[in-house]
């Protein structure tokens, strides 16, 4: 009589997070806008930071032009800092995660940093949006020397993402690098018309992934004892 492998679910949970950690982090561009990206993480209340460069008035006095987030655009940032961009230059800028509770982002010779975390996340989305006349291009991404793609919004009211996914691990620590262009005609837009985000978050599972799940289970459930009838 065949004999089959019994794995109790938290062994079986914990293969499916080895196997995942191993492969090592991917990208992917993300079609879901603002909407599917709210859906997964549940209008925002996963993330648990958002780094945000934009053209505020593009001074070096009143509103600002970086911060750092515990949600996107909830509430007041953690912590703010005063840019002055160069219309169509190009400026490089590092988001630095230590692995426990502190992110850095630098944008220039321009730094800010939030040390309390608000826990661990499996996804980074970036997003960008343009207004009317204007882009914003993200260039030279790479992640500890993991290339990523290109990402940019033209045109009025342009939202685009773009999503590294760790394979439902989390984290550690980081350095995702790359090179930020403002551009515009005409009037200068202002706020947040013009402008990236970095959102370290976690996710909803999507159905496909559950079911991609579900069936590893089947398979390992299966799996007879080597030797064994």
């Known amino acids: 009589m065949k004999r089959f492998r019994t794995l109790t679910t938290a062994s079986f949970f914990s293969l499916i997070i080895c196997a995942a950690a191993s492969a090592g982090p991917t990208w992917q561009y993300y079609a879901g806008g603002d909407a599917g990206f709210n859906l997964l993480s549940l209008n925002g209340?996963?993330?648990?930071?958002?780094?945000?460069?934009?053209?505020?008035?593009?001074a070096m006095s009143g509103t600002w032009e970086m911060a750092i987030w515990q949600q996107g655009g909830v509430g007041t940032p953690q912590t703010t800092a005063q840019k002055a961009w160069t219309n169509g230059s190009d400026v490089g800028f590092t988001l630095a995660y230590d692995g426990v509770d502190t992110i850095t982002y630098t944008i220039g010779g321009t730094s800010i940093s939030w040390n309390n975390l608000a826990?661990?996340?499996?996804?980074?989305?970036?997003?960008?949006?343009?207004?009317?006349?204007?882009?914003?291009?993200?260039?030279?991404?790479?992640?500890?020397?993991?290339?990523?793609?290109?990402?940019?919004?033209?045109?009025?009211?342009?939202?685009?993402?773009?999503?590294?996914?760790?394979?439902?691990?989390?984290?550690?620590?980081?350095?995702?690098?790359?090179?930020?262009?403002?551009?515009?005609?005409?009037?200068?837009?202002?706020?947040?018309?013009?402008?990236?985000?970095?959102?370290?978050?976690?996710?909803?599972?999507?159905?496909?992934?559950?079911?991609?799940?579900?069936?590893?289970?089947?398979?390992?459930?299966?799996?007879?004892?080597?030797?064994?009838?």
């Open 45 to 58: 209340s996963l993330e648990r930071a958002v780094t945000e460069g934009r053209i505020g008035n593009n």
């Open 119 to 229: 826990g661990p996340f499996t996804d980074i989305f970036i997003r960008t949006r343009s207004a009317t006349d204007s882009s914003v291009s993200l260039t030279d991404l790479d992640l500890d020397g993991f290339s990523i793609g290109n990402l940019s919004s033209s045109g009025n009211g342009v939202v685009n993402y773009l999503r590294i996914q760790n394979n439902s691990a989390n984290f550690g620590a980081f350095a995702l690098t790359g090179t930020q262009n403002f551009s515009w005609t005409g009037a200068q837009p202002s706020n947040s018309a013009l402008a990236y985000q970095i959102k370290l978050t976690n996710v909803i599972p999507e159905p496909a992934t559950l079911a991609l799940v579900a069936a590893g289970g089947l398979v390992l459930l299966r799996r007879r004892r080597p030797g064994v009838h």
